[in-house]
């Protein structure tokens, strides 16, 4: 298929119908409004629902509802939004269903403002709601990286029976880039038939029930142990990431996520230019984290600086991926402000000449 | 030749359940049971069970199931029908599950015209919490969290589930039954089996409310506890039919004479 | 190499038209693109604006806080994004309804009455296609043909108002190729 030229929103709309996601079901929230209304207009055209539901607690649980019944079904909302979905997102977790979640991530904390942001790390990748779940978190920084990763999400959502989420921000949804869509996609997993799933039942197979409730300690501890399991294998086989600039050598190492790793990679090719060698590790999946890769590339570094939108949140896995072995210094803008490719310029000078005061020391 | 004049409807499943005597949940499942089995769905029958006291009977039915959280069973039950409306779906929730925390589900799932069928099982109080008020807790009414009976100047009026989804535009069957004596029983299999009929025709969204006991946490015998719906709730609840697909929108009627 | 522009107006004069059809047209010759929007409480009080990068290399930071030129359509636009053009760059100014010249000297100024060339073309609408050709004139961050082809897609539904844009347009590029600067490095 020829390149298209399209907005983030619109392109995860449509990487999700070409996935064979013909459910979405959604509330308004800015910035992320070109979802829902793409997906208005698109799904009826491959014989799809879309539903505009009450508020984000229904939409996440007529998810829950579609997702049971074996069908790939996806929301998208923004920050505030994703909290109320919270609680059904746990249950989906907590019942094995395979959903595609996207958030389009925009300041907080409360109401906030309507403007990128990276301040939901924490709850996208730790604290997403009550229980022991993990959900595996995706990380695009181009319009083409997030139509890749919606299919991909799909794709791993059945194989893991897990909720994927997909976290953005107003950038990657706003902008217009050329997108393709590859003809004759593979799923990138193995994928069975969800016979799990509560379609009805003529006594040909178990009856099925999707389920969270566990009264029994004992089988719900076996549940947990299970999920476990699971999420052990999506740290084993699932960790992305992205090097940049790690084919020379660098005093600096960045670690940055989303499009903040854009304006990262403008910067060092800016100190390139001038003879500064940076590097830069961007972590794609946020869950799993790409520990190690952090860890081996820090080792060449003499310190390592993370740039982030939030009053730093990734930072603490890069601290975990580190265990102190490097300093570690810290770029941020919160509210709805950007880091700039100067300013990213201006941050690694002075590392370079003492200005710059470390974080977390080695 | 014996033959067999009563049977477990092959929708109901042969298990003990956890239900407290005097209650009549386990009335109502088996006359879901059997509008199901006569209806002959049962194969593509997918419930939604709700939080409550209700929250288990996905192991009462012997039909495929999802456990919602607490409120969103119409929600749920909207996913599953828009996902695969060949399906029959039904949801069965509580007066807290369903007046209260999921006051908004239900509302817009009869408002959009959600092809499913909801069995709305109201007793006046919570019941596996232990008793506290509910939305649709009497006036005067005992509860845990009402000890000296419900006030209305501070709780509100206990809120008419079929009465208010009858105001809505949308196309609808909307009833209320209860179950409390045989005859009503009867009338209340037959308003769930024109629920049902309906869904199975495409033709709405349809609740049944049923008035329902709580002896455990009204704190008396069933047998009282009986009188007590009839004396108490009955005049509030009237039974019957509210609202058909057939019937029109309300219209509004003129300000009484000497208002000003 | 690398151009990359902040072009900035009013609501309505068509501003994230333009740089839509720049980035669309800059994606058609095989160039790496990307258009940025202004969103939310900045297209409030008079401004809209967007960043279109244009590049032979994946582009790296969508959001260029030093462009290498601005194209305003209004006054408020050119208060605002002055003082940013990099050193060296351009900067085109709508001077049918801007009445200062602007203060920088270092970087490149180009005077389009853009409002007044596409009323004389009988074209009111079409003072952004002016300063969309004055910009290529000026830069050639992509072929003029090809932006024709890309009016001619864009107007399709309105076949009446092909010509006269792709006039306007063509008014607005010989202004810019009077100042011809090229692109920076990247």
Redesign the interface.
């Known amino acids: 298929m020829a390149?298209k030229?399209m907005k983030g929103s619109e392109a995860i709309g449509e990487a999700a119908v070409q996935a064979g996601c013909h459910?979405f079901?959604g509330y308004p929230i800015?910035?992320q409004n070109e979802i829902p209304e793409y997906m208005s207009m698109r799904l009826p055209q491959v014989g799809g629902?879309f539903?505009q539901?009450?508020?984000e607690?229904?939409?996440s649980?007529?998810?829950?509802?579609?997702?049971?019944?074996?069908?790939r079904?996806m929301t998208s909302s923004s920050s505030p939004g994703v909290s109320l979905m919270a609680?059904?997102i746990s249950?989906l977790a907590g019942?094995e269903l395979p959903v595609v979640i996207v958030n389009i991530m925009r300041a907080g904390p409360g109401l906030g403002?309507?403007?990128p942001s990276q301040g939901d790390y924490f709850q996208a990748t730790k604290g997403m709601a009550h229980g022991d779940f993990r959900l595996l978190v995706l990380a695009p920084w181009?319009v083409q990286e997030a139509a890749d990763l919606v299919q991909d999400a799909f794709d791993l959502a059945d194989y893991y029976r897990n909720p994927v989420l997909v976290l953005g921000d107003?950038?990657i949804g706003?902008?217009?880039?050329?997108v393709e869509f590859r003809e004759g996609r593979l799923p990138i997993k193995p994928l069975e038939a969800k016979t799990w799933a509560?379609?009805?039942?003529?006594?040909s197979k178990p009856?099925?029930?999707?389920?969270?409730?566990f009264l029994d300690p004992e089988a719900l501890e076996r549940h947990n142990v299970h999920l476990k399991e699971k999420y052990d294998r999506m740290v084993r086989d699932e960790v992305r990431f992205q090097s940049y600039g790690l084919d020379r050598d660098y005093d600096v190492l960045i670690v940055a996520y989303g499009?903040v790793a854009?304006?990262c990679?403008?910067?060092i090719?800016e100190l390139a230019a001038s003879g500064v060698h940076v590097g830069m590790v961007r972590p794609v999946t946020l869950f799993p984290f790409p520990y190690q890769a952090v860890r081996e590339a820090a080792a060449r570094a003499s310190s390592v600086l993370v740039v982030e939108l939030s009053t730093g949140q990734m930072i603490e896995d890069v601290r975990l991926a580190l265990a102190n072995s490097k300093p570690i210094h810290f770029l941020n803008r919160m509210g709805?402000m950007?880091v700039?490719?100067?300013?990213v310029v201006d941050k690694i000078r002075a590392m370079a000449d003492g200005r710059s005061t470390e974080v977390v020391h080695a | 030749m014996p033959e067999t004049v009563f049977s477990r409807p092959e929708a109901l499943r042969d298990v003990t359940t956890h239900y407290c005597p005097g209650c009549t949940h386990g009335t109502i499942h088996r006359l879901i049971a059997e509008v199901i089995d006569e209806l002959g769905v049962?194969?593509?029958?997918?419930g939604?069970a709700p939080v409550g006291c209700s929250?288990?009977a996905?192991n009462y039915f012997?039909?495929?199931?999802?456990?919602?959280?607490h409120g969103?069973a119409?929600?749920?039950?909207?996913?599953?029908?828009?996902?695969?409306p060949d399906?029959v779906v039904f949801s069965y929730q509580g007066d807290g599950d369903l007046a209260s925390i999921g006051m908004?589900?239900i509302?817009?799932c009869a408002n959009?015209g959600e092809k499913v069928t909801v069995v709305f099982v109201n007793n006046a109080i919570y019941g596996m919490t232990g008793g506290q008020m509910a939305p649709t807790t009497m006036p005067g009414q005992v509860a845990t969290t009402c000890p000296l009976g419900r006030d209305v100047d501070h709780a509100g009026h206990p809120i008419r589930i079929a009465e208010l989804l009858s105001t809505l535009r949308t196309p609808a069957f909307v009833a209320r039954a209860s179950v409390h004596t045989p005859l009503l029983a009867v009338n209340a299999k037959e308003m769930l089996r024109r629920a049902f009929s309906l869904q199975i025709e495409g033709r709405c969204f349809s609740l049944v409310e049923v008035l329902s006991t709580c002896p455990t946490n009204w704190g008396i015998p069933p047998a009282e506890a009986t009188r007590w719906l009839e004396k108490t709730m009955l005049p509030y609840y009237p039974l019957g039919v509210f609202k058909t697909p057939e019937s029109g929108s309300r219209e509004p009627r003129p300000l009484d004479r000497g208002v000003r | 190499m690398q151009n990359d522009v902040i072009m900035a107006g009013f609501g309505g004069q068509g501003i994230l038209l333009i740089g839509?059809m720049l980035?669309?047209a800059g994606?058609r010759e095989g160039k790496?693109?990307?258009?940025?929007?202004s969103?939310?409480p900045e297209m409030r009080g008079g401004t809209a604006n967007c960043t279109v990068v244009i590049s032979d290399r994946?582009?790296?930071?969508?959001?260029i806080?030093?462009p290498r030129a601005v194209v305003a359509m209004n006054l408020p636009s050119l208060d605002k994004f002055e003082p940013d053009v990099r050193p060296g760059g351009l900067l085109l100014y709508n001077s049918s309804l801007i009445d200062r010249r602007p203060a920088r000297q270092d970087v490149t100024v180009i005077e389009v009455p853009a409002n007044e060339i596409a009323n004389s073309l009988g074209n009111p609408r079409g003072a952004n296609m002016v300063a969309l050709g004055a910009y290529l004139g000026a830069t050639e961050a992509v072929s003029i043909d090809g932006v024709v082809e890309v009016v001619r897609e864009t107007f399709a539904a309105k076949p009446g108002v092909i010509e006269v844009n792709i006039t306007a347009l063509r008014r607005g590029h010989e202004i810019g190729a009077a100042h011809t600067v090229g692109a920076g490095e990247?």
């Open positions: 390149k030229l459910l079901f800015t910035p629902t539903v539901a009450e508020s607690v229904a939409a649980n007529m998810l829950y509802g579609a997702a049971g019944s074996g069908e079904v609680e059904a249950y019942a403002g309507i403007l181009s107003g950038l706003q902008m217009m880039e050329p509560a379609t009805g039942n003529d006594g009856r099925s029930v999707i389920n969270s409730l499009t854009r304006v990679s403008t910067a090719d709805g950007l700039s490719p100067d300013a | 049962r194969e593509r029958t997918v939604v929250v288990l996905y012997e039909t495929d199931f999802h456990e919602a959280s969103r119409p929600a749920v039950a909207t996913g599953i029908k828009r996902a695969r399906l908004a589900e509302i817009h959009r | 839509k980035a669309y994606m790496e693109v990307s258009w940025l929007p969103y939310g994946p582009v790296g930071s969508p959001v806080r030093s990247a």
